[in-house]
């Protein structure tokens, strides 16, 4: 057990956190209070290859492997979570299920595109009524001469307002729950497909977090992706990898709330010495570090998995990296506004917006209880 990065992931480490250092933390501020998507970011992302990181150069794609994409991840996160959160929903969400399951030609019209970051990709499976148990999906495909026709609406989809692509499910046999869902590519542009509601959120604000409507919307038969009434089993691959992803991305918003406490306590004096001598502030920090080595760790593991005949293995690290350093990253946030005291309260200083970005990480990608079952669920399998 080899716990040293390669020297290609040490490379990508430094080159990614010094763009993260900056390029993104001095305009991770104006991004948060202006709402808008970072698309000068995005765009010199594409020029790093971070956009298809993990997916082969013949698709052209950075084909590294997938802790490499977990230490990216968490690097441009700790720079900004918002565009953290951007990378990972295209890499694991949109590109993830067109490469595992699309057809050599669905691949090469759209993975390509897709990899270069010249398209931003989404994916749609959350509906008002449809979050945790997507057996709840009332979003319906119907084939009428030769299309899809889509009928439904999408909500909470990150990316939905600047994509080119959405990878969405949709009820195509009625009456059978999960076996009866079908997942399809959509084009944006396509008749009947429109972006709804934007998200106005207490966190990660620069990302695009809208609703997506499928009116009457027509697609050709082969927009299909996978096999009809395979959707549940599309969507379940498709969470594992991206819990990896708002894992790493928690691990990252972790890093820098400690990084700012740190630098704090060592400059804030109090009662004529640093706070940083202070036994109770040492304490916090010494949770902080260790939690969030803990985190990265098992995001390491969770990530090494990734594509290996290991599947239920995976899901289930997957499940544990998620749920730890998503709580990991709320209890740490907490911590540094508490060294931070009254400034870490007010705007001044990065610490509240570290809190705020941190809270979703325990929601999307499957709430901490859904990870608790999915954990559970294997484990008890195992005995």
Known sequence: ????????????????????????????????????????????????????????????????????????????????????????????????????????????????????????????????????????????????????????TKNFITNGGVSQIAVVTAVTDKGIGHKGLSFFIIE??????????????????????????????????????????????????????GRVGIAAQAVGIAQAALDTAVVYAKDRNQFGKPIADFQAIQWMIADMATEIEASRLLVYKAASLIGTAERQRYSKFAAMAKLFASETSHRVTHKAIQILGGYGYVKDYPVERFYRDARVTEIYEGTSEIQRLVIASNVLREY
């Open 1 to 152: 057990m080899d716990f040293n990065l390669t020297d290609e992931q040490q490379m990508l480490r430094e080159t990614v956190r010094q763009f993260a250092e900056n390029e993104l933390k001095p305009k991770a501020e104006h991004y948060d209070r202006t709402h808008e998507f970072p698309m000068e970011h995005v765009k010199k992302l594409r020029e790093m290859g971070i956009m298809g990181i993990v997916y082969p150069e013949e698709y052209n794609g950075a084909g590294m492997d997938y802790v490499s994409y977990a230490i990216a991840v968490e690097e441009v996160s700790r720079g900004d979570a918002s565009t953290g959160v951007i990378v990972s929903a295209h890499n694991s969400l949109c590109l993830s299920p067109i490469y595992y399951f699309g057809s050599e030609q669905q691949k090469k019209t759209y993975l390509s595109r897709l990899t270069t970051g010249e398209w931003i990709g989404c994916f749609g499976i959350t509906e008002p009524e449809a979050g945790s148990d997507a057996g709840g999906t009332k979003t319906t495909a119907v084939l009428k001469n030769g299309s899809w026709v889509l009928n439904g």
């Open 188 to 241: 944006k542009g396509t008749p009947g497909f429109s972006v709804g509601k934007t998200e106005d959120k207490l966190g990660i604000c620069a990302s695009s977090t809208t609703e997506l409507v499928f009116d009457n919307c027509a697609i050709p038969e082969g927009n299909m992706l996978g096999k009809r009434g395979d959707g549940f089993k599309i969507a379940m691959h498709t969470l594992d990898g």
